[in-house]
């Protein structure tokens, strides 16, 4: 298992410098947030495109995944929709990134709505053949109103399609009051890569170092290295909503020791 940081711990910060933040806290990997709040987003001209995958080639750092904000259940019209899908999967490609993260984005309640499954389903089907040309697989994160491994499951279920599986956001699904184990049951078939962090409470979620709070983190890697999955843990430290918090490059030692400890524990 690899491990691998987003680049919501760093907020608007050039990808060179979050390259070299990675790499030199001995992370493999780099889960670039795709917003036009940040340097990585849809609208990046081809020349910046070519210079970002070097950048992340030169650093010895992977990019795993662009993770977009694309709302494949929220209500509206299909095509705005498929047209958010297709943008962001044409960057993840020219990034070299295997994968690219989407979002749910019903309303909170609607997780076990059949309409919001039936609107996901049908675009998800969709971007699955734009997803066939682009070469990108597309991953429904365990998120708003489907927080749950079960939800996102479902949905998937639906799908039946090789280019769409999941990405395990571990606060999320441990919120929705879901244990670690019945995730992982739910989402196996379908697992991209998983997306680790830690938090104090159920209430109170500005980002903690791994090991600092109370999510079941030592729980989820055991369950990972028992079924020998072989993908990406991503630390995921979302200080762009939390000014507050730490900033990353004083906790990055701290928490890459203590997932290393996890790993090892459980292996």
């Known amino acids: 298992m690899r491990l691998a940081l987003s680049t919501l711990g760093v907020p608007g910060m050039p990808v060179a410098d979050a390259a ?3 790499a030199d806290g001995g992370f493999h990997g780099l889960e670039l947030r795709a917003h036009p709040q940040e340097p990585v987003h849809t609208g990046l001209p081809p020349g910046e495109r070519a210079d ?3 950048i992340c080639r030169d650093a010895g750092v992977e990019i795993l995944a662009v993770a977009g904000s694309v709302r494949v259940a929220q209500p509206g019209e299909d ?4 047209e958010e899908a297709a943008a962001l999967l044409e960057l993840a490609r020219d990034l070299g990134a295997p994968c690219a993260r989407v979002f749910p984005g019903a309303a909170a309640d609607a997780g076990r709505d059949t309409s919001a499954d039936t609107l996901a389903v049908r ?7 734009i997803a066939a ?4 697989r597309v991953l429904l994160e365990t998120h708003d109103s489907h927080a749950r491994g079960a939800d996102v499951a479902r949905v998937l279920e639906g799908v039946r399609r090789r280019e769409v599986g999941a990405v395990w956001d571990v606060m999320h699904t441990w919120r929705a009051g879901e244990d670690p184990a019945d995730t992982f049951a739910h989402l196996a078939p379908y697992l991209g890569h998983v997306q680790v962090k830690d938090i104090a409470s159920r209430d109170d979620i500005a980002p903690l170092p791994p090991g600092s709070g109370v999510l079941p983190l030592a729980d989820t890697t055991d369950l990972l290295m028992r079924a020998d999955w072989d993908g990406w843990l991503c ?5 762009r909503w939390y000014p507050q918090a730490p900033a990353l490059s004083s906790v990055l030692d701290a928490g890459r020791e203590h997932l290393l400890r996890l790993l090892s524990a459980a292996a």
Not at 79 to 82: G, M, N, S, T
Not at 133 to 136: C, E, K, M, N, Y
Not at 235 to 239: F, I, L, Q, S, T
């Open 235 to 239: 630390w995921e430290y979302e200080k």
């Open 20 to 22: 070299r933040l990675a």
């Open 79 to 82: 095509e705005q929709v498929l």
């Open 133 to 136: 040309d682009t070469g990108v």
């Open 52 to 54: 970002t995958v070097a």
């Open 123 to 129: 675009r998800l089907c969709a971007v699955a053949r």
